[in-house]
């Protein structure tokens, strides 16, 4: 049973729009959420994070809003450019330690495909 | 600051053959994950470790094992390869309410 899930395994959007990246779980124990990055070739590397106390954390052009009655959260890019065409996860982690006996739950990702 | 490393980068195994992926971190972080990735498909978690001496079972653990005798490895063993264990891994480690660091893969072909 997926415990975080990103429905959308890809998404094409034009170089200056907005890129929106949605991502749902089930667990209500989670309370910190994580976005990654991975290009080919690469290991994933931490984009942004949020935790429950919150409902928007931003950093730049990156946006993660939490809806914590609906489990979901999203990630907007805004003005998306060519280096974001990349995999994008979503992570979550329980609020308290052991609680989630993995810590951290990845959901399958989505490739942003960013086009000219 | 290296982060995490992971060795070797790249290799290919024969069906039957063993191999160890080493994995290190110099954060000392606590928790260490094993994952895997499949063409297409996300990251599937294989084992982890909370702390050293302890290790635990992921999502997809069999035909690996690992071990972890100190904070700052955390080694995967393959003992019998087969041509489903084809896949790139990825170690990571995470402390609490920090980011996860991953290391660069290793993309490992069993023919």
């Known amino acids: 049973d997926q415990q975080v899930k990103q429905n959308s395994p890809s998404l094409s959007v034009q170089e200056g729009r907005i890129s929106i990246l949605n991502c749902d779980y089930t667990n209500s124990m989670f309370d910190y959420f994580l976005w990654y990055k991975k290009y080919p070739a690469e290991g994933p590397t931490f984009l942004i994070s949020i935790s429950s106390i919150k409902d928007k954390n931003e950093d730049g052009r990156f946006t993660v809003f939490l809806n914590k009655s609906a489990k979901h959260l999203s990630l907007h890019i805004v003005p998306s450019q060519p280096g974001d065409s990349a995999v994008y996860f979503c992570?979550?982690?329980?609020?308290?330690?052991?609680?989630?006996?993995?810590?951290?739950?990845f959901g399958k990702g989505t490739h942003l495909i960013i086009q000219p | 600051n290296a982060g995490v490393t992971q060795t070797p980068k790249f290799r290919i195994l024969k069906i039957g053959q063993s191999m160890t992926l080493q994995c290190t971190q110099d954060m000392n972080h606590n928790y260490m994950y094993w994952y895997r990735q499949d063409p297409g498909m996300g990251l599937k978690l294989i084992y982890y470790?909370?702390?050293?001496?302890?290790?635990d079972k992921g999502e997809v653990p069999n035909g690996y094992n690992v071990s972890r005798s100190t904070t700052e490895d955390f080694p995967l063993r393959l003992e019998l390869a087969a041509p489903s264990q084809t896949s790139v891994y990825f170690c990571?480690?995470?402390?609490?309410?920090?980011?996860?660091?991953f290391g660069q893969g290793t993309r490992l072909t069993v023919v």
């Open positions: 470790s909370v702390g050293a001496g302890i290790t």
């Open positions: 990571a480690s995470w402390d609490w309410r920090t980011e996860a660091f």
């Open positions: 992570a979550a982690s329980p609020m308290y330690s052991g609680g989630g006996a993995d810590g951290l739950t």
